[in-house]
């Protein structure tokens, strides 16, 4: 009886902890203004781009790493012209720097603005010369510490129309979520004589924003662009179908030298930068990697309208 005990205990601890740690590896995914608590999606279907293999919670995964790296700090670094890298290993920070102050593109999690500051400063300029702050998209691990930025710059705030509500609901520690003024789709930001066009690219939020600029180096222009997510949900409502067939051919069409994303894997920066000290010519001038996240993700969106339309069918 007592062994019956034992083995019964067992099996509980165990489905306990698988269960634990299957939260610990889907936790990131929560990353949108209010708590979610719906149970992690199937990890299906499965594609292949460009000779690798996807699943939702490999995409997952890819872009969020461990907690660990969520908040580490990667070595902040020039990527091109007056564009440097300022996050961590796995949640995107840029810094543009200009002669009338500078602007910052995704504050990332609250906790992380200490570690986004000391990258700053590592590369020789103060926190304080932010003036204009911007994101990607009303997600928690992209633009939970815009308060925060805002009370120690004064930066002014700014974010697209579609993503206010979701901005306004996000509130770490109670601070309202500051938006000194609100963008449409095509507007620009321009400081110290640099130029930013925010692209709606919807679909992962509604208001996600995808920015362009020109970058000087070596007495050429290059068109960088900075992506938003196009990872797509589990259940893709009407509302996100017409996004996404919207947000692709817009992400297709846009001039680009210098691929980037809101999450470093998005565009291979572990790799390149390590090229990049290894005194290789600027690896992030990468014209042929410029479709590849959008391939995955069209390849994904595709293969899940494609599973959900087969089961509503049944």
């Known amino acids: 009886m007592n062994d019956r005990i034992r083995s019964a205990t067992t099996a509980i601890v165990i489905g306990l902890a698988s269960l634990i740690g299957a939260a610990a590896i889907l936790g990131p995914s929560v990353s949108s203004a209010a708590p979610q608590t719906a149970p992690a999606p199937a990890d299906h279907p499965e594609v292949t781009v460009h000779g690798r293999k996807y699943t939702p919670r490999s995409i997952l995964e890819r872009n969020m790493g461990t907690p660990e790296d969520q908040t580490a700090q990667f070595p902040p670094h020039r990527i091109i012209g007056n564009l440097y890298y300022v996050g961590t290993r796995t949640l995107s920070s840029f810094l543009i720097v200009t002669p009338q ?47 925060v930025v805002k009370q120690m710059t004064r930066a002014q705030t700014m974010a697209m129309a579609e993503d206010v509500p979701a901005l306004q609901a996000m509130k770490p520690g109670g601070k309202e979520h500051p938006i000194d003024k609100t963008l449409h789709d095509g507007e620009m930001v321009t400081l110290g004589g640099t130029t930013l066009t925010a692209h709606l690219t919807a679909g992962h939020t509604h208001g996600c924003t995808t920015w362009t600029m020109k970058a000087q180096e070596g007495g050429k222009m290059y068109d960088v662009v900075i992506g938003c997510s196009l990872r797509p ?50 690896p992030f001038i990468d014209r042929a990697g410029c479709r590849n996240e959008v391939d995955i993700e069209e390849a994904m969106f595709q293969a899940l309208l494609g599973e959900q339309q087969k089961a509503a069918a049944r």
């Open 101 to 147: 102050g500078n602007i910052l593109i995704n504050s990332t999690y609250e906790r992380n603005v200490p570690t986004i500051q000391k990258s700053v400063e590592q590369l020789g300029f103060k926190f304080s010369d932010i003036k204009i702050l911007l994101g990607t998209h009303a997600h928690n691990d992209h633009q939970e510490g815009d308060a």
């Open 233 to 282: 949900p589990a259940t893709l409502t009407p509302e996100v179908i017409a996004e996404f067939n919207h947000t692709f051919p817009v992400v297709r069409s846009l001039a680009c030298d210098v691929p980037l994303g809101d999450h470093p894997a998005q565009y291979s920066m572990q790799e390149k930068y390590s090229k990049l000290q290894k005194g290789a010519p600027n």
